[in-house]
């Protein structure tokens, strides 16, 4: 018994070693820390609690008796998360067969957009960029609404298995794959439910089953399972803190030029040119324009933002520099293509300050001085014209100016849309 005692105790302390290298990335330049300022430092501790959080779901996970958990939450944002999005994963072993089943809620509209992955890694736990070399990672397949076979309910079946079986019809997701003559198996598999009206759409009920397994259960917890589940959750928020620091800093170039070309990929007061990042570990359908904001008490930036191919989604976001989306629950820091009003021209046209103009299209700083701007259009298939985006920072005061003729949003139909906001957040996150 002493020795199971002993060998618990290294691997505890061994998690609250990775736990205190986690922390240094709050605050240690050579780790890429944000610029520090007192709710930069308090959002850090927040941010590394959240990496904490998911990294005991993770750990205590099984890929032999999978379910589905949330991979990003109120209590655990990062990755500049899509205000818009539910992200679930289940781990699953590859070189075995599952079966998915998901419907949607009783009496409620489903999201407006869905799209499943089966990636070979779960991006970010080495801790280092380097895991962004090309050979890396690959999804073993993708499946999104525009090829997602539903029955006349609504319901449906996915099978996930190294290939498809000899005569199966129906919804298949891949778990093994070959890129460039390198194999690939895939250890999870990813959801993303995006919400398009908030007020009338849920979640989807999901269950994920490793074929098989019926009526079957796993075996005990024993001492050396128990030792790697408390040195797993340790290494998980080590590497985590320590990728998307890098990240940021280093591949989107956030706080400065990196490279020496003289430009930051994600440009201040600016967006970049709309490109793909699934190779980032990004959704695979996804077109992304980022930058980040930098604005005083009244000034503004006048974001214009065209799709010349009508995407199967789109969404504005902001975040902080940590990648949490702001809380969008209470306020409105997001709006996706339902929410926001486009203009007699086709654009849409949104207004980013911390002050509220009285203008469609606004999206609330929190008053957070600095932080990301985040667009993102999801296409089944490439679009033949990108979309393409202008921004521009002007006073506050002569918001009007800079707009065509819009409408007034009184203080009245703001409270009202942060009150559908604030019931759609606790529906989609409901712990019960």
Known sequence: MSGASDDLRAAWRELIAGLEAARDAIDDPKLHAPPPSDRTLAEGYRYLLGFLYG?????????????????????????????????????????????????????????????????????????SIAELRPGTRANGGVLDSSRLELAPDGSFEILLAPERPAGHAGNFLATHALRRGTAYTSRWVILRELFHDWEHEDPLDLEIVRLGSEGAHPPPLDTPRAAEL???????????????????????????????????????????????????????????????YDLGPDEALVIEARAPVEPAYSGFHL?????????????????????????????????????????????????????????????????????????????????????PPVRAVSEAERRAAIRIRQAHVQRRYRQY
């Open 319 to 403: 975040a902080n520099f940590w990648g949490e989306s702001h809380d969008f629950a209470n306020h409105q820091s997001s709006l996706n293509g339902f929410q926001a009003e486009r203009d007699r021209d086709g654009a849409r046209r949104y207004v980013v300050s911390h002050r509220d103009p009285g203008v469609p299209n606004w999206l609330d700083t929190t008053g957070l001085p600095q932080g990301f701007l985040s667009l993102r259009w999801a296409y089944s298939t490439p679009p033949a014209e990108p979309p393409a985006t202008r921004v521009a920072k002007v006073p506050l005061a002569d918001i009007r100016a800079h707009l």
């Open 55 to 127: 990294s005991i779901g993770r750990a205590l996970d099984d890929p032999l008796f999978p379910h589905f958990r949330r991979a990003i939450e109120p209590a655990d944002k990062s990755t500049i998360d899509n205000a818009d999005a539910v992200y679930l994963y289940a781990p699953i072993d590859g070189d075995r067969s599952y079966r998915i089943r998901g419907c949607p809620g009783a009496g409620r509209k489903p999201p407006h957009y869905v799209i499943f992955e089966t990636p070979s890694g779960y991006v970010g736990d080495s801790g």
């Open 230 to 292: 408390l040195r797993r959750v340790g290494t998980l928020a080590r590497g985590q803190m320590r990728y998307w620091n890098e990240f940021y800093a280093v591949v989107l170039e956030t706080h400065r030029d990196m490279n020496g070309d003289g430009a930051q990929f994600m440009p201040r007061n600016d967006l970049n040119a709309p490109n793909t990042a699934g190779h980032w570990g990004g959704q695979a359908t996804n077109v992304y324009a980022g930058g980040s």
